[in-house]
């Protein structure tokens, strides 16, 4: 939930467990399981391809789903505090695993790994990111990455070409202003850490994915003169109003929309926005496409963001129970039906996609993409998102602090200065999340 979407839960169903249609037997032994806010539609899709299946197949047990909306981290941390929480934990990325798998309320996976063969099943990189201390935490949930969205039906209507360089984005920009066209989609009425969105996009795409990586493994700071370009341009986009007047009263949907309408004209922003591709582009009788990111040096960047993790609460009442749902998840028919009723959410880190068959009504834009961003992935050529990468306190202040920087209350150099001081004291304590090596 950290990173990207407030998603729209039915009135009542928030707060309330989804299980299974089956009768509670009392040899039954029960799984809680925490998640973050659905919408009726997707409640009902973790309901018939999760929760009632994977019950049918394992009569002694019992899977529920409990809905906590918004409110899910600040719940499950004060659960967690106290020795309590569910079985199965719903993290919001890698920042949180460290905090908690330091203070031990994570239960350790490798032995689960080793049983059911996840080693091999699952991409590298991403079991490597759900370690601490060399010991595997959790395991990612969906993998995601930034780019651009933009109308095709509107760049073709004033023969616009897709941006492949900053210098064809920032003229793109000003002649989409000329026509009276806000440049971005972009709101944060609903979830303030959309700041870090753009600011991960400028790291990647100005300082580049070489220094992200020495910043973030402590060879240079985040005061390098590659990052105070990065914020000074992305403070000039907020300044020639490429935000538009209304980014603090748009939701993230309502931003969205706009592209499908030709109010904006493009959206910086996540790959699970694709799950708005069907309410809105259909309607406007419009074409979506989505492209990476254009760099300072041309090729597009993928930046590498883990949307959410799942893991195994040290203090779990059913600890196998919640490896065997964790197992349920994690494989080609779940992938297949997931995916093909729910895009953007659960593009799960298998190594091998071979088997996975999606439904024909998935977009083939959305299957493409995955397969550029699963490329960019193996080949090592990559980007690093603020949310997966940087730990807890500093991943906070980035947020608010960018915020400062476009309101003109603070300077991009006094933003960075003070983003390196919160990191050094997080990775000096050990709350850094892990870092694969640079291939």
Known sequence: MHRRTVLKAGLGLAALPLMSRLAFAADQKPISFWYESASPENQDNLKNIL???????????????????????KQLRVAMLAGTGPDVVFTAGPSYVAAMAQAGQLLPLDDYAKKYGW??????????????????????????????????????????????????????AQEMKAKGITPFGAGN???????????????????????????????????????????????????????????????????????ATGQAGMAPTGTWNFSNIPTYFPQNNAEPGFVGFPSEKG???????????????????NADGAAAVLDYMFTDDYYSKMNSVWQGEWNLPLADLSKVKLSDKVLPL????????????????????????????????????????????????????????????????GKAPAVPART
């Open 189 to 259: 009425a609903d979830w303030r850490p959309a700041n870090e969105h753009y600011v991960s996009i400028a790291f990647n795409s100005i300082a580049g994915p070489e220094n992200v990586y020495k910043a973030l493994t402590g060879a240079i700071p985040w005061t390098d003169p590659a990052f105070v370009h990065s914020i000074d341009k992305l403070a000039e986009w907020w300044d020639k109003g490429y935000f538009g007047d209304n980014y603090f009263s748009l939701t993230l949907e309502q931003a969205f929309a706009q592209i």
């Open 299 to 317: 090729d597009p960047i993928f930046a590498l963001g883990i949307g959410s993790t799942l893991s195994i609460n040290a203090k779990a009442d």
């Open 366 to 429: 959305y299957e493409d993409t995955m397969k550029q961003l699963a490329s960019a992935v193996a080949a090592g050529k990559y980007g690093y998102t603020t949310w997966t990468f940087l730990p807890p306190a500093t991943d906070t202040y980035l947020v608010s602090g960018m915020e400062e920087v476009w309101l003109k209350k603070a300077k991009p150099a006094d933003f960075l200065k003070k983003l390196d001081d919160t990191f050094k004291q997080e990775r000096d304590a």
């Open 51 to 73: 929760i009632d299946p994977f019950n049918t197949a394992h009569p002694d047990e019992l899977l529920s789903i409990d809905f906590r909306g918004s409110d899910l981290d």
């Open 119 to 172: 080693n091999e099943r699952l991409l590298p990189l991403f079991l490597d990111l759900g370690r601490y201390n060399g010991k595997l935490y959790a395991l990612a949930k969906t993998y995601e990455t930034l780019g651009l969205f933009y109308n095709k039906t509107l760049f073709e209507q004033n023969k616009w070409k897709v941006p492949t360089s900053l210098a064809e984005f920032d003229a793109l």
